[in-house]
């Protein structure tokens, strides 16, 4: 096994457990406390990068292991729900250094545009690690994703040789 190979092992560990237990937060407040499209489009993006990382296990799987193939439908998962999570990943990634370069006086300009009760749930000393927090996601999702389309290239790269092997 190569460094990148383990790189996408290792995050593809950590995706699976970030996403799981933020797609299990979602759905459990979109069950409890009703929808709105915000939540709904929130649950299906980071649901899709835990499908991702569900697939990208047996992705794995398969490559170090190649008598036991992957589903037909696998592939084209990977791909939409890849596309799906990069697309997440990139607004993770600007939600995070939007965060992180808005000036202290913004923000208090911005917390005092508040409602009263909000203000004070709001904690100025939170925001800059919820931006950091949002950019190391954002990292992590997007390398595990171009990890995980480079390494499905080479397994069907694989496999349409070995087809063309059983074929001569």
């Not at 995706?15 to 937060?25: C, R, Y």
């Not at 990977?78 to 992180?100: A, K, N, P, Q, Y």
């Amino acid at each position: 096994m190569d460094f990148r190979f383990k790189l996408y092992r290792v995050t593809t560990a950590i995706v699976l457990m970030i996403s799981g237990i933020f797609t299990f937060m979602l759905l459990s407040s979109v069950l409890f406390l009703g929808t709105n499209f915000g939540s709904i489009v929130s649950l299906l993006s980071m649901g899709a990068c835990f499908i991702h990382s569900v697939l990208s296990l047996y992705l794995q799987r398969s490559l170090l292991l190649p008598e036991i193939p992957l589903k037909e439908s696998t592939p084209g998962g990977m791909r939409f729900m890849g596309t799906v999570g990069l697309i997440f990943s990139i607004l993770l990634i600007l939600s995070g250094l939007t965060i992180l370069l808005v000036t202290p006086e913004q923000m208090k300009a911005e917390i005092d545009n508040l409602p009263a009760d909000q203000q004070a749930a709001v904690k100025q000393t939170l925001v800059a690690p919820i931006g950091v927090f949002l950019l190391v996601m954002g990292s992590l999702f997007t390398l595990n994703i171009v990890l995980s389309f480079r390494y499905l290239r080479q397994w069907l790269q694989l496999q349409s040789g070995r087809n063309e092997e059983k074929e001569e």
